[in-house]
């Protein structure tokens, strides 16, 4: 095998510690918004430019206007989180954060990177924990963007195989929701295999 | 040496004829308790049994992935325990919880989820769950869910 195979034991570790983080951060927005969040079955697929390019079409379909926060994370393993949410919904987000009906950009703008930092921090940060591992994190950037301008050239140069780990944040009585992409490098591909062996050979011991 | 008792279950208002004991106590005296495990992560379930084991190792130990098995082994089965899952494909946890407390209103369903949402909660106890605990378990957390399934 080699050492950036991953099998399915992997990716149902992976896809697990992804559910239990995403519970820690949807109460975490819970609180925020004073709302139940639904939660999502996380999707993981192992791919490559290509692959990606189509993944985030389908996951997004045709949707013009996205606001899109990504953050860089490193250190044992890295990779970008990405936080895709369509203008009504960071509109929705921007009105019940501000307590406005008409918020302006800047005010949307700063709800959704509050909202992606509050995410990105707690998912990743209790991935890493239940890994056995540390990472830090890097300043995140908002931009307006149509969805198929989502993947740039800096991620085409950095990336070659690709885990994308994905699911949806929903909280239907505010409208409003967002996709979550988290994509790892690939020597993070090898470092996670060996994180998730270590943690399978503590279940089996 | 255990009490035979009736049983009296507020749910159905029927006295029912239930060995009464806890099932910690059971299993110390040879009891092979029926425990269904229900989550769509290998890794859950396996996490789960795993620290199970260490307070029940006799235990009858059932596996499903998702609600739809779950409901259809407990109508098979009749576990004296549940532990159920909540966010999982074909019928999630709150369907699977709410058809299960419908065929037997006493049955002892505990919910272990990542969902730590306090609405959630209520959710599930509303639906007759006796327990929520967050993901993932410890030994620690499955001693104070044993310790509370008492008849």
């Given at each position: 095998?080699?050492?950036?195979?991953?099998?399915?034991?992997?990716?149902?570790?992976?896809?697990?510690?992804?559910?239990?983080?995403?519970?820690?951060?949807?109460?975490?927005?819970?609180?925020?918004?004073q709302?139940?969040?639904?939660?999502?079955?996380?999707?993981?697929?192992?791919?490559d430019?290509?692959?990606?390019?189509?993944?985030?079409d389908?996951?997004?379909?045709?949707?013009?206007?996205?606001?899109?926060?990504?953050?860089?994370?490193?250190g044992?393993?890295?990779?970008?989180?990405?936080?895709?949410?369509?203008?009504?919904?960071?509109?929705?987000?921007?009105?019940?954060?501000?307590?406005?009906?008409?918020?302006n950009?800047?005010?949307?703008?700063?709800?959704?990177?509050?909202?992606?930092?509050?995410?990105?921090?707690?998912i990743?940060?209790r991935?890493t924990?239940?890994?056995?591992?540390?990472?830090?994190?890097?300043?995140?950037?908002?931009?307006?963007?149509?969805?198929n301008?989502?993947?740039?050239?800096?991620?085409?140069?950095?990336?070659?195989?690709?885990?994308?780990?994905?699911?949806?944040?929903?909280f239907?009585?505010?409208?409003?929701?967002?996709?979550?992409?988290?994509?790892?490098?690939?020597?993070?591909?090898?470092?996670?295999?060996?994180?998730?062996?270590?943690?399978?050979?503590?279940?089996?011991? | 040496?255990?009490?035979?008792?009736?049983?009296?279950?507020?749910?159905s208002?029927?006295?029912?004829?239930?060995?009464?004991?806890?099932?910690?106590?059971?299993?110390?005296?040879?009891?092979?308790?029926?425990?269904?495990?229900?989550?769509?992560?290998?890794?859950?379930?396996?996490?789960?049994?795993?620290?199970?084991?260490?307070?029940?190792?006799?235990?009858?130990?059932?596996?499903?992935?998702?609600?739809?098995?779950?409901?259809?082994?407990?109508?098979?089965?009749?576990?004296?325990?549940?532990?159920?899952?909540?966010?999982?494909?074909?019928?999630?946890?709150?369907?699977?919880?709410?058809?299960?407390?419908?065929?037997?209103?006493?049955?002892?369903?505990?919910?272990?989820?990542?969902?730590?949402?306090?609405q959630?909660?209520?959710?599930?106890?509303?639906?007759?769950?006796?327990?929520?605990?967050?993901?993932?378990?410890?030994?620690?957390?499955?001693?104070?869910?044993?310790?509370?399934?008492?008849?």
């Open positions: 095998m080699q050492t950036d195979e991953f099998t399915g034991d992997h990716l149902d570790v992976l896809k697990e510690l992804m559910n239990i983080a995403m519970g820690n951060a949807t109460a975490s927005i819970a609180d925020l918004l709302a139940f969040g639904t939660m999502h079955i996380p999707h993981l697929a192992i791919t430019m290509d692959g990606l390019k189509n993944y985030i389908d996951a997004l379909g045709s949707y013009e206007r996205y606001y899109v926060t990504k953050q860089l994370f490193g044992i393993i890295g990779g970008e989180f990405i936080f895709v949410m369509t203008d009504e919904s960071a509109a929705n987000l921007g009105n019940y954060l501000y307590d406005v009906s008409q918020p950009d800047a005010d949307i703008m700063d709800a959704v990177i509050e909202l992606t930092n509050i995410l990105s921090s707690t990743i940060s991935l924990e239940e890994l056995k591992t540390k990472v830090q994190f890097f300043a995140p950037s908002t931009e307006i963007i149509s969805g301008l989502l993947i740039g050239d800096e991620e085409t140069l950095n990336y070659h195989k690709i885990i994308i780990v994905s699911t949806v944040m929903e239907q009585s505010h409208k409003i929701s967002g996709q979550i992409f988290i994509l790892a490098r690939d020597e993070t591909i090898v470092r996670l295999r060996e994180l998730i062996d270590q943690k399978l050979e503590e279940l089996y011991a | 040496m255990k009490a035979l008792k009736l049983f009296y279950c507020k749910y208002r029927s006295l029912l004829p239930l060995i009464c004991y806890n099932i910690i106590t059971s299993i110390r005296e040879g009891h092979n308790v029926k425990i269904l495990v229900v989550d769509d992560s290998k890794l859950a379930r396996l996490t789960l049994i795993k620290t199970l084991k260490e307070y029940e190792p006799s235990a009858e130990i059932y596996e499903a992935e998702n609600g739809e098995i779950a409901v259809e082994l407990f109508k098979s089965e009749n576990p004296r325990v549940v532990f159920l899952d909540l966010t999982m494909p074909v019928m999630d946890g709150y369907e699977a919880l709410k058809l299960i407390m419908e065929m037997d209103p006493c049955a002892q369903v505990v919910v272990v989820s990542a969902d730590i949402q306090a959630a909660q209520e959710q599930v106890l509303a639906l007759g769950a006796k327990l929520m605990v967050p993901k993932p378990i410890n030994s620690d957390k499955m001693l104070v869910v044993l310790q509370q399934l008492v008849f």
